[in-house]
């Protein structure tokens, strides 16, 4: 039987890791979830981010459905800039095409419209690129460029996570916008139509009720000590990146049911369990790290919030259990 990694799909998690490390080198504040820019004269940084949607839209393209891939763009960003702590105020897209279809394209953005909507941002702009000869016709590619805002000092950056604290994992609304190579290895075309609904859901805007939840926890000290959205390299790569050193997460996989899709992509495509893991959300699109003494009522306030694991000391990283 046929064993099929992320890698084997085309994607190389390592050789992507391997680039921000050479390039931290030369500007040690990238490799966050999001760039900080203190505006000057006053006590405010501005707050970046900048994704796209990836070969989910090849799954776009067989469907003919265009719809929900603009609130994937903006949920990659937004979602992003919200591990910050921050609240996002304008969205910038780059639409880029062989040649373009003014429905098509229509579509695309009253979906990006609606991702902006969603995270109580303003669409303000963008880029309609017409290239012929670049793209097969009836495909595009997007980008997308999100803003947002915080007061300096309380952003969330990973710091003060210590042995102890508790990892809250909330749910995803599927694969979001990652893992589509490995997706489109595994299932024909066929499949990939059968399992459209859940395949080509929007990714989860957590926008408003994280702000929500710092609003609450957060006023005067940090009880969410950490956030962290769940995509590329996911639970492995992904948490990793806001961790201090000598502090270890410990995730157990049986504290959350895990979507029928997932176990299905998995086992259809004979998928190893670590790098399942490091490749799809496996139905937890964002973690948060909190203090103990509030995790409980942490849970609480997200639906279908799950607590999925603990901190320790030890060897910086992730390990599953």
């Not at 953005?109 to 902006?116: L, P, S």
């Not at 990652?178 to 929007?202: H, M």
Request: overall charge positive.
């Amino acid at each position: 039987m046929s064993i099929t990694t992320y890698r084997k799909a085309g994607v190389n998690i390592e050789a992507g890791n391997e680039l921000v490390k050479r390039l931290k080198k030369k500007l040690p504040k990238i490799g966050g979830f999001g760039g900080l820019f203190h505006v000057v004269g006053t006590k405010y940084n501005l707050v970046s981010s900048t994704d796209g949607v990836g070969t989910k839209l090849k799954l776009a393209f067989l469907l003919n459905k265009h719809d929900t891939v603009g609130i994937d763009l903006v949920a990659m960003n937004v979602n992003d800039l919200i591990c910050v702590g921050a609240r996002p105020l304008f969205f910038l897209d780059y639409f880029a095409c062989g040649k373009l279809n003014v429905d098509q394209a229509e579509q695309v953005i009253k979906g990006i419209a609606k991702g902006c909507e969603l995270s109580c941002s303003q669409l303000i702009g963008g880029e309609t690129a017409e290239m012929p000869g670049f793209y097969k016709d009836g495909e595009y590619d997007l980008a997308g460029f999100s803003v947002g805002i915080i007061e300096k000092g309380k952003e969330i950056n990973g710091s003060e996570i210590k042995s102890g604290d508790v990892i809250i994992g909330l749910p995803s609304s599927g694969p979001h916008s990652n893992g589509y190579s490995l997706i489109r290895k595994v299932f024909s075309d066929s499949e990939l139509k059968k399992y459209s609904k859940q395949l080509l859901a929007p990714t989860k805007i957590y926008v408003k009720e994280i702000l929500a939840a710092l609003t609450k926890f957060n006023p005067k000290k940090q009880d969410i000590v950490g956030i962290a959205h769940i995509t590329g390299g996911s639970f492995y790569d992904k948490i990793a990146r806001i961790l201090p050193e000598n502090i270890r997460v410990v995730i157990e996989k049986g504290s959350w049911k895990v979507p029928e899709i997932f176990k299905l992509i998995q086992e259809k495509g004979t998928v190893p369990e670590e790098d399942i893991y490091r490749t799809l959300n496996m139905g937890i699109g964002m973690v948060l790290v909190v203090r103990a003494n509030v995790a409980l009522r942490v849970k609480k306030f997200f639906k279908g919030a799950k607590a999925i694991g603990y901190i320790k000391n030890g060897k910086k990283g992730v390990e599953l259990i």
